[in-house]
């Protein structure tokens, strides 16, 4: 963690609580805080701490006129697109006070970072380190002429830590009935984050814009409760909030449902790395039988992640995305000699043309455990084969398998050389 005059340290409350750990006995117990994980006291490598490093060594500058030139400034900084913008009204992050239909707070995000920022309150930050996930800052308050402090925060925790991410940092995204006042009324999903849950269970508490042609969801409703009756009401976007405030007045169908795919990838594999972590460390350095044998099924389980092999639905028409997001999207994408891409949309009955996660050429899935790699590979490997992959990894017709298989062997360094 750097810790010149742009980033301050704060203080870390060791708890001393056992947290549950990715296991399949409950009585296996571990802490992210403690060996051999020690979470607050490794330095991190995400793309925020990167750019205080820059900053403090004059490689870097940012926009202090305004808290909106800050927050344009430094999403350039981190090489996030405005176009990825997408609003959520429900009173989640710290600043949950002031987060609510009349005030929603914005997401922006590219692969490895997500920046909220809600009009009256503070820049958050959450930046995945390759070894340790999700880090979490929270800039200090505004004050023109003066870069401000992220404070490397302990306070996400209760949430980002708990249930909803198998008790190991990680992303949230939720579902919910939100009150004017932005508490919630009623639960749509929660403690899951990933492509396959239903379209017409998510954006509770979100707004949702674009040519979504969704019939039926949840987002862009807001509710109250009276006697314990609860009635809903349209709470479109503009309706009750000046979004005008924001960068863009769009909340759109496309982001939402990469920034989705995003979260469910990451938390997965995080959640992988740090229980082979608690298992290498409790067996001195090898895995016993019963722990090979959870962190092989769980390889297993990313695998057919990685291979959308539970991906929800998309609407009968498909969808449209933000030709603004789709051209910042695929800026950097990795191409093929014939020009192939794990970024190529279809939009038409999926998200992606090809259904292989572009995020395995992300420092997350670059910097991951070998153990981790070559076991999914292996999974990946008897899904891609032209015949006898398993029912469960049945769901890609040959032609698309070997189209994924070429992208990988051209794009992916690092394949096992029995990949080739």
Not at 152 to 172: D, E
Not at 232 to 244: E, M, N, Q, V, W
Not at 361 to 367: G, I, L, N
Not at 387 to 394: A, E, F, L, N, V
């Amino acid at each position: 963690m750097p810790t010149p005059r742009h980033i301050a340290a704060s203080a870390i409350a060791l708890l001393g609580v056992t947290l549950p750990a990715l296991a399949q006995s409950a009585e296996r117990l571990f802490n992210f805080r403690e060996p051999p994980h020690s979470y607050f006291e490794h330095k991190p490598k995400d793309r925020l701490a990167k750019l205080h490093q820059d900053l403090d060594a004059g490689k870097a500058e940012l926009d202090t006129s305004s808290d909106r030139a800050f927050l344009v400034s430094i999403l350039k900084a981190l090489e996030i697109p405005e176009s990825s913008q997408i609003l959520v009204f429900s009173a989640t992050s710290l600043q949950s006070e002031i987060i609510n239909p009349r005030n929603p707070r914005a997401l922006y995000f590219n692969e490895d970072t997500y920046v909220g920022w809600v009009p009256g309150g503070r820049v958050e930050v959450s930046a995945i380190d390759p070894e340790m996930g999700a880090m979490f800052y929270v800039y200090e308050r505004f004050t023109p002429g003066r870069i401000p402090v992220p404070e490397r925060s302990t306070r996400c925790f209760a949430c980002h830590a708990g249930t909803a991410t198998n008790y190991v940092p990680g992303l949230i995204a939720e579902s919910v009935l939100v009150s004017m006042a932005g508490s919630s009324l009623q639960t749509f999903r929660r403690d899951e984050q990933g492509h396959q849950i239903p379209l017409e269970s998510r954006f509770g508490g979100w707004l949702l814009t674009g040519k979504h042609n969704l019939s039926k969801h949840e987002g862009n409703v807001a509710g109250q409760s009276d006697a314990g009756k609860i009635t809903r009401f349209d709470a479109s976007p503009g309706r009750f909030s000046d979004l005008s405030l924001h960068l863009r007045q769009t909340s759109d169908i496309l982001p939402h449902l990469v920034h989705e795919h995003q979260l469910g990838f990451e938390n997965r594999l995080f959640q992988l790395s740090y229980l082979l972590r608690h298992y290498l460390n409790e067996g001195k350095g090898s895995l016993t039988p019963d722990a090979e044998k959870e962190i092989d099924a769980k390889c297993a389980e990313l695998a057919r992640y990685i291979l959308f092999a539970d991906e929800a639905a998309l609407p009968a028409k498909g969808i449209e995305g933000d030709p603004d997001f789709i051209r910042d999207f695929q800026a950097k994408k990795i191409t093929t000699r014939s020009g192939h891409s794990l970024k190529d949309f279809d939009l038409k009955t999926r998200l992606f043309k090809y259904r292989c996660t572009y995020m395995l050429h992300t420092d997350s899935w670059k910097e991951a455990p070998r153990d981790i790699k070559d076991k999914v590979y292996l999974h990946m490997a008897q899904g891609l084969k032209e015949t006898g992959t398993p029912r469960d990894m049945s769901h890609l017709p040959v032609s698309e398998r070997l189209a994924i298989r070429a992208i990988l062997k051209e794009t992916l360094p690092g394949l096992p050389s029995w990949w080739r």
